[in-house]
């Protein structure tokens, strides 16, 4: 079964304007990462989140982790038409398997 | 590095023929991951390997599906006989350790008629 859902399912912005992404998840987790995929093509890693780290930046990017919500947000800012994709949160669980597990995605538009 | 490099990027066959999916790793990684992506089930694990050694199967589907790496620069899926349900957009993926990113191939359009 899934172990990421992320919300919205879609999201259309204009270009400029900042866009969130959000995961929840199920079980305790060793780290959470985000991915982009642009259509047709493979899942592009974007950035890492551990446990213990309860904010990351990247550029543009900002994630947040609540391990008590169970949840994690990405935060492109100033989006651009080339960040238009789908986004994929992906957490590891601490079980001794190294099983990434991805979440059904949110699909981002970027409008020029 | 060339990246993740899998064969054939479309594959296109009739139900009953087997189906081989190629996969070269990123020299150095000690980790390969084999995934299914389907619009209605998203991206699912089918297995893993470390050092060349399958660790956790638990996500193929059936003993139809069977997946080899023979050494650490190549790895196979294979599937026979194929069903069209089995059409699906396959990824391989490969990582240094496996508590960090993880780097994906461009991935093999199934199409299974």
């Known amino acids: 079964s899934q172990q990421g859902e992320e919300d919205p399912q879609a999201l259309s912005i204009q270009e400029g304007e900042n866009a969130t992404m959000n995961c929840s998840y199920k079980?305790?987790?060793?780290?959470l990462q985000w991915y982009r995929q642009n259509s047709g093509r493979g899942l592009v890693h974007l950035i890492l989140?551990?446990?213990?780290?309860r904010e990351k930046h990247s550029g543009r990017l900002r994630v947040t982790l609540d391990t008590s919500k169970k949840s994690s947000s990405l935060l492109i800012t100033a989006s651009r038409a080339a960040d238009t994709a789908s986004y994929f949160c992906?957490?590891?669980?601490?079980?001794?398997?190294?099983?990434?597990?991805f979440g059904t995605g949110t699909r981002l538009k970027v409008l020029a | 590095d060339a990246g993740v490099i899998q064969s054939p990027r479309h594959e296109v066959t009739e139900m009953g023929q087997e189906v081989t999916l190629r996969c070269k790793p990123i020299?150095?990684?000690?980790?390969l991951f084999w995934y299914r992506q389907t619009m209605m089930r998203g991206l699912e694990l089918l297995i893993y390997?470390?050092?060349?050694?399958?660790?956790?199967d638990s996500g193929m589907p059936e003993d139809r599906f069977s997946a080899k790496m023979p050494n650490a620069s190549f790895s196979t899926l294979k599937i026979q006989p194929s069903e069209p349900r089995d059409s699906a957009v396959y990824f391989c993926?490969?990582?240094?350790?496996?508590?960090?990113?993880?780097?994906f191939g461009s991935g093999t359009q199934l199409s299974v008629l």
């Open positions: 993926a490969s990582g240094q350790t496996p508590n960090e990113k993880l780097f």
């Open positions: 079980t305790s987790i060793n780290n």
């Open positions: 989140i551990r446990s213990n780290e």
């Open positions: 992906a957490t590891l669980s601490p079980s001794g398997t190294y099983k990434y597990i």
């Open positions: 020299s150095g990684h000690d980790y």
């Open positions: 390997f470390n050092n060349n050694v399958p660790i956790d």
